[in-house]
């Protein structure tokens, strides 16, 4: 009986099959290692209004006064949104009396090659003079967070002035 070493072609014929194998294996271990972890998808349970309303501790109309981004030492990203609050609809009726912070992770700082962000899918952007309602609810932490994220927000739109 010959020995496997001996005879060159049967090493030769079983060659390829252990180079494809361990090529396989190789990308297999290595390419979690060099794609990107960031999440790029979010997938949120559509709410009805009913829904929105009965889960949320706070529903007020209000326009957008200013935008702030924070950065943390550590890289995380919130923007600050102060709101003017023009009408309670649910909640503490107070709140008109006073601007109103509502924080959110994510946002994005610098220009060109300073250019940083932390983007959440299905969080909401705003714009500094947006007009619209806001859902909201109350986290552990006391912080006001949008009511099934982007879906607690709807924007107000004045055409020829009406209201849409």
Same mark, same amino acid.
Request: aromatic share 10%; net charge negative; hydrophobic share 40%.
């Given at each position: 009986?010959?020995?496997?070493?001996?005879?060159?072609?049967?090493? !030769?014929?079983?060659?390829?099959?252990?180079? @494809?194998?361990?090529?396989?294996?190789?990308?297999?271990?290595?390419?979690?290692?060099?794609?990107?972890?960031?999440?790029?998808? @979010?997938?949120?349970?559509?709410?009805?209004? &009913?829904?929105?309303?009965?889960?949320?501790?706070?529903?007020?109309?209000?326009?957008?006064?200013?935008?702030? #981004?924070?950065?943390?030492?550590?890289?995380? !990203? %919130?923007?600050?949104? *102060?709101? /003017?609050?023009?009408?309670? %609809?649910?909640?503490?009726?107070?709140?008109?009396?006073?601007?109103?912070?509502?924080?959110?992770?994510?946002?994005?700082?610098?220009?060109?090659?300073? /250019?940083?962000?932390?983007? #959440? /899918?299905?969080?909401?952007?705003?714009?500094?003079?947006? /007009?619209?309602?806001?859902?909201?609810?109350?986290?552990?932490?006391?912080? %006001?967070?949008? @009511? &099934? *994220?982007?879906?607690? %927000?709807?924007? #107000?739109?004045?055409?020829?002035?009406?209201?849409?």
């Amino acid at each position: 009986m010959k020995n496997l070493y001996e005879d060159s072609s049967i090493l !030769m014929a079983y060659l390829p099959r252990f180079n @494809t194998f361990f090529l396989a294996l190789l990308l297999m271990l290595v390419t979690p290692l060099m794609t990107n972890h960031e999440g790029e998808a @979010t997938t949120l349970r559509a709410l009805t209004l &009913g829904q929105l309303s009965r889960l949320s501790g706070l529903i007020v109309q209000g326009s957008i006064t200013s935008k702030t #981004i924070l950065e943390e030492t550590s890289g995380s !990203m %919130w923007t600050q949104y *102060m709101i /003017h609050i023009d009408e309670v %609809w649910k909640g503490d009726q107070r709140l008109t009396r006073a601007p109103f912070k509502l924080v959110l992770r994510g946002g994005e700082l610098g220009d060109g090659i300073t /250019h940083r962000g932390q983007v #959440i /899918h299905a969080q909401v952007n705003l714009k500094e003079g947006e /007009h619209g309602v806001f859902f909201l609810e109350l986290t552990p932490t006391g912080q %006001w967070v949008f @009511t &099934g *994220m982007s879906q607690g %927000w709807f924007k #107000i739109i004045e055409q020829n002035q009406e209201l849409w």
